[in-house]
Antibody
Framework: QVQLVESGGGVVQPGRSLRLSCAAS????????MHWVRQAPGKGLEWVAF????????YYADSVKGRFTISRDNSKNTLYLQMNSLRAEDTAVYYC????????????????WGQGTLVTVSS | QSALTQPASVSGSPGQSITISCTGT?????????VSWYQQHPGKAPKLMIY???NRPSGVSNRFSGSKSGNTASLTISGLQAEDEADYYC??????????FGTGTKVTVL
């Protein structure tokens, strides 16, 4: 079955960097776009970024643009989120999620989701 | 991009029907049929319940249905059951090539 497993979360000081990973299995990873979505403690969901199946297009939320970079390695079935210049407001559980249909441009739905990894930005 | 507007809470008795609204603008909900709904139980990852306004994924109960009129989308849960108690979020694609989620609705089964 489709499985997404995030890793790389932890406690980091403001201004520092962190890289999250999302290991995919159970589907042809190289045929699907992927998203990152986050959820601050006790708050709602916030879409973060999308990368097309071949990495040719990437889109970001305004709140992370210029600080975060989404990337993928299709040979390793892994999605990444490089987070630089971290702020307290970036504290959240970060989920990776598969986009809907194959070869999509990212307009679609998120299914399934990983279990999430917690990032805490604090001094 | 402002979050889509949902009621903070909705409640109903077992067996009843409830509807959750999701209001956006012509740049998101009103402009595209890329509206989806997610159920989230405490401490768990969200689960897709409805995609493209009214389509139900395989395995999701037919008690869940979706619709849209203008800038407002809706999720209806019929025959409410105890296991439906959770947070629900809508999501829409936007004209900026991004996605926006709703503020979230807590569903309580009385």
């Amino acid at each position: 079955q489709v499985q997404l497993v995030e890793s790389g979360g932890g406690v980091v000081q403001p201004g520092r960097s962190l890289r999250l990973s999302c290991a995919a299995s159970g589907f042809t990873f190289s045929s699907y776009g992927m998203h990152w979505v986050r959820q601050a403690p006790g708050k709602g969901l916030e879409w973060v970024a999308f990368i097309r199946y071949d990495g040719s297009n990437k889109y970001y939320a305004d709140s992370v643009k210029g600080r975060f970079t989404i990337s993928r390695d299709n040979s390793k079935n892994t999605l990444y989120l490089q987070m630089n210049s971290l702020r307290a407001e970036d504290t959240a559980v970060y989920y990776c999620a598969k986009d809907g249909p194959m070869y999509s441009s990212g307009r679609n739905w998120f299914d399934p989701w990983g279990q999430g990894t917690l990032v805490t930005v604090s001094s | 991009q402002s979050a889509l507007t949902q009621p903070a809470s909705v409640s109903g008795s077992p067996g009843q029907s409830i509807t959750i609204s999701c209001t956006g603008t012509s740049s998101d909900v009103g402009g595209y049929n890329y509206v989806s709904w997610y159920q989230q139980h405490p401490g768990k990852a969200p689960k897709l319940m409805i995609y493209e306004v009214s389509n139900r994924p395989s395995g999701v109960s037919n008690r869940f249905s979706g619709s849209k009129s203008g800038n407002t989308a809706s999720l209806t849960i019929s025959g409410l059951q105890a296991e439906d108690e959770a947070d629900y979020y809508c999501s829409s694609y936007t004209s900026s090539s991004t996605h926006v989620f709703g503020t979230g609705t807590k569903v309580t089964v009385l």
